[in-house]
């Protein structure tokens, strides 16, 4: 089945760690988001990419990086630099070539600093 | 730049009452528009789209949205609410078809027995 597949589902990571999140997709989407979701806040961009080896800043990009070395994974690493990482982590992928303007999820990552 | 306001971060309802979900648009170019549910500890998944085709859009679930330039309203609607349509709720934006996609707050929907 197609689908977006993020691992793992909870994470816990002590302060001052960096952490990968993982993402990937077989739908050969080009477009790629990281979303983060907070009580209250919705949610809100982090990164996203349109094609393979290119991506741009969304809202809160500070103390988040990517990569999009290949069209199917987009990692997400939290840094120490991240001053409050505990949230909920969603990737997403979308196809506009494809006319499939809409984001498509996976389940999530739990993140959270002890 | 776009964005959406979704007014009333909680909305409930009684079973079998009318559902309103209300959501605003601001885009400076006629935006695509979208609806998405989501249920605890889960992803979103879609519930229905509008790209400038049809301006009264059905999705799953029985619910529908009507696009009002006028108003830059796409409110989400459904005539008769079920238990299983408790969850929360997100409007989102995309400028034009290769852009990114904004969300709103999300709105919880509670169902009274």
Known sequence: ?114 | AQSVTQLGSHVSVSEGALVLLRCNYSSSVPPYLFWYVQYPNQGLQLLLKYTSAATLVKGINGFEAEFKKSETSFHLTKPSAHMSDAAEYFCAVSANRDDKIIFGKGTRLHILP
């Not at chain 1, 990419?49 to 290949?70: H, L, M, P, T, W």
């Not at chain 1, 994974?73 to 969603?90: D, E, G, I, R, W």
């Not at chain 1, 070539?97 to 739990?110: I, K, L, P, V």
Request: glycine share 10%; charged share 20%.
């Open chain 1, 1 to 114: 089945d197609g689908g977006i597949t993020q691992s793992p589902k909870y994470l816990f990571r002590k302060e001052g760690q960096n952490v990968t999140l993982s993402c990937e997709q077989n739908l050969n989407h080009d477009a790629m988001y990281w979303y983060r979701q907070d009580p209250g806040q919705g949610l809100r961009l982090i990164y996203y990419s349109q094609i393979v080896n290119d991506f741009q800043k969304g809202d809160i990009a500070e103390g988040y990086s990517v990569s999009r070395e290949k069209k199917e994974s987009f990692p997400l690493t939290v840094t120490s630099a991240q001053k409050n990482p505990t949230a909920f982590y969603l990737c997403a992928s979308s196809s506009p070539s494809g006319g499939r303007t809409e984001a498509f999820f996976g389940q999530g990552t739990r993140l959270t600093v002890v």
